[in-house]
T-cell receptor, first 113, second 114 residues
Framework: DGGITQSPKYLFRKEGQNVTLSCEQN?????MYWYRQDPGQGLRLIYY???????QKGDIAEGYSVSREKKESFPLTVTSAQKNPTAFYLC????????????FGPGTRLTVT | AQKVTQAQTEISVVEKEDVTLDCVYE???????LFWYKQPPSGELVFLIR??????QNEISGRYSWNFQKSTSSFNFTITASQVVDSAVYFC???????????FGAGTILRVKS
């Protein structure tokens, strides 16, 4: 059945290491998004992509990088430059047209020590 | 700039009580869309409703209802006869003027006790 998968559910890394979070969708959606969620702050947009091979920075892109080589996949790399990487990361997709709801994956909880 | 305010950080109710979650938004757009999402403890956000700015009719879906008032820039969400399974974080969101992304409120934690 269709949906968005994120793996792994929990991820632990040492400070200074880059880490890549996976996001795959089989909904045939054009647009994909990465959000960061911290307690009490709601969701903040990191990066988004409206089409393959193109992506834009969101509100908090510093210390993160993405790629969009395939329509189905939108991996997020948390680099060592991200000062406070421990958070819950959510991936979403939509048809890309305005007003259409975003579908969310189950999220990855990243802990960096 | 677009902004969504959910002033209620946390609400606790007893099962079967009615509860209203507030959402106030700011936008310069004349055409815009508002959303509500539910985030249960599992973490995945679940879409509840979408409303466009030209449709001010209230909507009811089972125990859920939404009240959209452009005059006060509010889009409030009411759960009637709450249940423990309604316990979650609820987010209100507004689409950006360029239509490419959503602006989320900070969320309201709803705890329903049995």
């Amino acid at each position: 059945d269709g949906g968005i998968t994120q793996s792994p559910k929990y991820l632990f890394r040492k400070e200074g290491q880059n880490v890549t979070l996976s996001c795959e969708q089989n909904l045939n959606h054009d647009a994909m998004y990465w959000y960061r969620q911290d307690p009490g702050q709601g969701l903040r947009l990191i990066y988004y992509s409206q089409i393959v091979n193109d992506f834009q920075k969101g509100d908090i892109a510093e210390g993160y990088s993405v790629s969009r080589e395939k329509k189905e996949s939108f991996p997020l790399t948390v680099t060592s430059a991200q000062k406070n990487p421990t958070a819950f990361y959510l991936c979403a997709s939509s048809t890309g047209r305005r007003a259409y709801e975003q579908y969310f994956g189950p999220g990855t909880r990243l802990t960096v020590t | 700039a677009q902004k969504v305010t959910q002033a209620q950080t946390e609400i606790s109710v007893v099962e079967k009580e009615d509860v209203t979650l507030d959402c106030v938004y700011e936008t310069r757009d004349t055409t815009y869309y508002l959303f509500w999402y539910k985030q249960p403890p599992s973490g995945e956000l679940v879409f509840l409703i979408r409303r466009n700015s030209f449709d001010e009719q209230n909507e009811i879906s089972g125990r859920y209802s939404w009240n959209f008032q452009k005059s006060t820039s509010s889009f409030n969400f009411t759960i009637t006869a709450s249940q423990v399974v309604d316990s979650a974080v609820y987010f209100c969101a507004l689409d950006e003027e360029d239509g490419n992304k959503l602006v989320f409120g900070a969320g309201t934690i709803l705890r329903v006790k049995s």
